[in-house]
C-alpha cells in the first residue's frame, strides 16, 4: 500500500477466472462421473516392453505404457574412472527428445529432466546390488520419445530401466515396477466436501485428463516379487485411509506389471535359443 | 523389425509373500519333506515356488536352508533367490543362475583377446570384455630377444614400441586382484600381439572351455589356410593362417617379428577366406549356437560343397544360412 508503483500497470490484488457457459451438446467430464469408460477404474492400461533392441548397448528395454514411450539402454557395469570406490555407481540419465511432448521441448534449455533422473535413480538403485561392483559403474539412459505426464514417466521409466538392466545379466535384488494410482473426488459438488475420504475414487493408472483432473496421486515403485518397496511419491492432499488405500492399489497392481516384465525378460532368454518351450508357458 | 501386441498385465507370477514365511515353513516340516522327496523323482525343486529351469530376478529358487547359493543367487531369509535372468544350475546342493547375457565373468588360466587401452607405469590396461579392465603387467610379457630376459628400465621407455594403444593381444588370465580385474599374461610363444586378421565380438557366452582355443582350417581354405583364436571373453580373432612351426616358435619362427605392427602380404584369395570364415561365424554366433573348431570346420565343408567356393566371399544370403543352420548345427531358424 505504501509504495505505489507508478511506472508500471499493476495487476489487480484478486483475480477471477473468467466463467463460460458451458457448450450445448458437451458432457461436462466432472458431470458425467470420472469413471472410465474404456476400462474399470482397477484397471491399468497394456503394456509393450521388449528388452534387447539396441546391440550396441549391454542391455536394452523398451516399453509403451498408456501415453509414454520409453526407449533404456544400459552400460556396464564397466571400469569407473578414479576416485576408488568400494561400490558400484549408478549413473542415470533421462532424456526428452524434442517431440516427446506438446508443445516441443528445447533440448538443452529442458529443466525437467533433471528431477526425474534423481527420482528414478532412488527408486532404481535398491533394486541393485552395488556392492558386488567395486570400482564400476552402471550407466543408464532413458530415452523418453513420447509422455503425458511426469509421473507416468517415472512409473514406466522403473519398469523399462529394471527390464534393461535385467537384460544386461547385472545381478539385481528384483525386478523394480512403478505404478500409480490418483485419487480423484466422486462429484464436484457441495454436500461431499463434508466426508472426502469415503467419497473419492480411485483410480488406477491414470491417463493425463484424469490425473489433471485428481486431488491427489501416488507413485509407488516397488519390487513385487520380494513385496518391498523402493520408492514412494505422493503428491496432493488426501486422508490417512485413502492414502493408505491409494498405495495398497497400486501395490496390488505392480504385481501384474512384474509378470509383463518377468514375461518379456523370458521372450527375451528365449529369442537367444535359451528356455523356449518354458517361456511360452 | 517387430510387431506390437500390448500385453494387457494379469499376474500369473507367484510371489515370496505368497509362499508361507519361515516360521510357518518349520511348522509344516512333514509337507516340506514330503516335497523333498518329489526332488528325487522329478529333478525339481521341491520346497522352492520356482518349478521353471529359467527364472528372473528376485525369484524364489528354493529354501536356503536345503541348498547352498552359488553365482547369480543371493539368501533373502530362508530362500535362495535369483539374481540374473538365467538357467538354473544345480551341482549337488549348490544352487547358480547362469545369466542369459553378461559380461564376460574370468576364470584363472581362461584364454582371452584384449585390445591395449592405456599404456601405464610398467603395466598395460587392456579391453577384454570384462567388468572391469585388465590389466597386463610389463614382468609379465616376453620381450624380444630371449624368453627369460631381465626387465631393464629401458624396456619400461620403450613399453608402447612393444604394444601400443589400439593393439590386440591374445593372454592368458593369470590371476585376479582384489576389485576383480584380472591380470594377464603371455608368457608362451602361444600368446602375444595379433596381426594379419580380423575381430569378431560375439557374447561371451557362447564360447565353451575347450582343449584348445587356437584352431587351423587348412590350406584349401585360402593359400595357407585361416586361424581362429576363439576368445573365453567372446572376442574371436580370423587371421590368415601360419604354419604350427611359425606360430610355436619351431622352423622359420620371427622372433623379432613377435611385436611388428605391419601386416604380411596376404593374397585376395587370402582375404577371401578370412571373410568367408568370419561371416561364418557371425551367423552361427548371431543365433546364440555355441563355437567350436568342429561347428566351423562342417559349415565350411558345407559351404564349400554347395557351390559358394572362396570365391563367393559375400556374407551368405538368408536362405542359404538358414539351410545351413540346418544342415550342419540341426538348428532351425526358418520360423
Not at chain 1, 70 to 81: D, E, F, M, N, T
Not at chain 2, 111 to 131: F, H, K, S, T, Y
Request: aromatic letters at 4%; one cysteine or more; charged letters at 20%.
Amino acid at each position: 500500500m505504501a509504495i505505489f508503483d507508478r511506472r508500471r500497470v499493476p495487476a489487480p490484488e484478486v483475480s477471477i477466472p473468467p466463467i463460460y457457459e458451458p457448450l450445448v451438446g458437451a458432457v461436462d467430464q466432472q458431470e458425467a462421473g470420472p469413471s472410465r469408460r474404456d476400462r474399470t477404474n482397477d484397471e491399468a492400461r497394456p503394456i509393450f516392453l521388449k528388452t534387447g533392441l539396441i546391440n550396441q548397448a549391454n542391455g536394452s528395454g523398451y516399453i509403451e505404457s498408456g501415453g509414454v514411450k520409453i526407449a533404456c539402454s544400459v552400460y556396464g557395469p564397466r571400469p569407473k574412472l578414479p576416485p576408488y570406490t568400494p561400490q558400484g555407481t549408478l549413473n542415470l540419465e533421462v532424456k526428452f527428445a524434442p517431440f516427446a511432448s506438446d508443445p516441443r521441448r528445447a533440448p538443452l534449455r529442458d529443466t525437467e529432466p533433471i528431477p526425474l533422473s534423481v527420482l528414478l535413480t532412488q527408486s532404481l538403485i535398491p533394486t541393485l546390488q552395488l556392492h558386488l561392483l567395486p570400482k564400476s559403474s552402471i550407466d543408464v539412459y532413458l530415452l523418453v520419445l513420447e509422455s503425458d505426464t511426469p509421473t507416468n514417466v517415472l512409473s514406466a521409466g522403473l519398469t523399462v530401466a529394471s527390464a534393461a538392466i535385467a537384460d544386461a545379466g547385472i545381478a539385481m535384488n528384483g525386478l523394480g515396477v512403478g505404478s500409480v494410482v490418483a485419487s480423484s473426488s466422486l462429484s464436484s459438488s457441495g454436500s461431499d466436501l463434508a466426508k472426502p475420504s469415503s467419497a473419492s475414487l480411485l483410480l488406477l493408472d491414470p491417463s493425463e485428463d484424469e490425473e489433471k483432473a485428481s486431488e491427489s496421486k501416488v507413485l509407488v515403485g516397488s519390487m513385487p516379487a520380494l513385496g518391498r518397496i523402493t520408492n514412494l511419491f505422493f503428491t496432493g492432499e488426501a486422508g490417512i485411509n485413502e492414502a493408505c488405500d491409494m498405495i495398497e492399489k497400486a501395490i496390488t497392481s505392480s504385481r501384474d506389471t512384474h509378470t509383463v516384465l518377468a514375461q518379456s525378460l523370458l521372450e527375451g532368454a528365449a529369442e537367444r535359443g535359451i528356455g523356449a518351450e518354458t517361456a511360452t508357458t | 523389425m517387430f510387431s506390437v501386441s500390448t500385453v494387457p498385465p494379469t499376474s500369473t507370477q507367484t510371489f515370496v509373500d505368497d509362499f508361507p514365511s519361515s516360521t510357518s515353513h518349520r511348522k509344516h516340516q512333514s509337507e516340506s519333506d514330503a516335497m523333498a522327496m518329489d526332488v528325487d523323482m522329478d529333478d525339481e525343486f521341491g520346497a522352492g515356488p520356482s518349478k521353471r529351469a529359467i527364472v528372473t530376478p528376485g525369484e524364489v529358487i528354493t529354501s536356503s536352508k536345503e541348498y547352498m547359493r552359488g553365482h547369480g543367487t543371493y539368501v533373502e531369509e530362508t530362500s535362495v533367490v535369483s539374481s540374473v535372468t538365467g538357467t538354473i544350475e544345480r551341482v549337488n546342493k549348490l544352487i547358480s543362475v547362469k545369466p542369459v547375457r553378461s559380461k564376460y565373468v574370468p576364470e584363472v588360466g581362461d584364454l582371452v583377446i584384449g585390445r591395449i587401452v592405456e599404456v601405464g607405469p610398467q603395466r598395460w590396461r587392456v579391453d577384454a570384455n570384462g567388468r572391469q579392465d585388465a590389466v597386463l603387467m610389463l614382468s609379465s610379457v616376453n620381450l624380444p630377444g630371449g624368453v627369460q630376459r631381465r626387465k631393464i628400465e629401458s624396456d619400461a621407455l620403450k613399453m608402447r614400441e612393444f604394444l601400443a594403444e589400439g593393439d590386440l593381444l591374445v593372454a592368458e588370465v593369470q590371476a585376479f586382484f582384489g576389485d576383480g580385474a584380472m591380470s594377464l599374461h603371455t608368457r608362451s610363444l602361444k600368446y602375444g600381439k595379433l596381426r594379419n586378421g580380423q575381430l569378431l565380438v560375439v557374447p561371451p557366452q557362447l564360447i565353451r572351455r575347450l582343449k584348445s582355443h587356437f584352431h587351423h582350417i587348412p590350406p584349401p581354405c585360402g593359400p595357407t589356410g585361416v586361424d581362429i583364436i576363439l576368445g573365453l571373453n567372446g572376442y574371436v580373432w580370423v587371421s590368415a593362417g601360419t604354419t604350427q612351426e611359425k606360430r610355436e616358435g619351431g622352423d622359420g619362427f620371427d622372433a623379432e617379428g613377435v611385436y611388428s605392427d605391419k601386416n604380411d602380404d596376404i593374397t585376395p584369395e587370402g582375404r577371401q577366406a578370412v571373410s568367408l570364415i568370419s561371416n561364418i561365424i557371425k551367423l552361427v554366433a548371431s543365433e546364440g549356437i555355441p563355437l567350436t573348431e568342429t561347428l566351423i570346420g562342417e559349415a565350411y565343408n558345407w559351404v564349400q560343397q554347395q557351390g559358394h567356393g572362396v570365391e563367393a566371399h559375400g556374407p551368405l544370403d538368408t536362405r542359404d544360412g538358414e539351410r545351413m543352420l540346418a544342415e550342419v548345427a540341426g538348428v532351425d531358424i526358418s520360423a
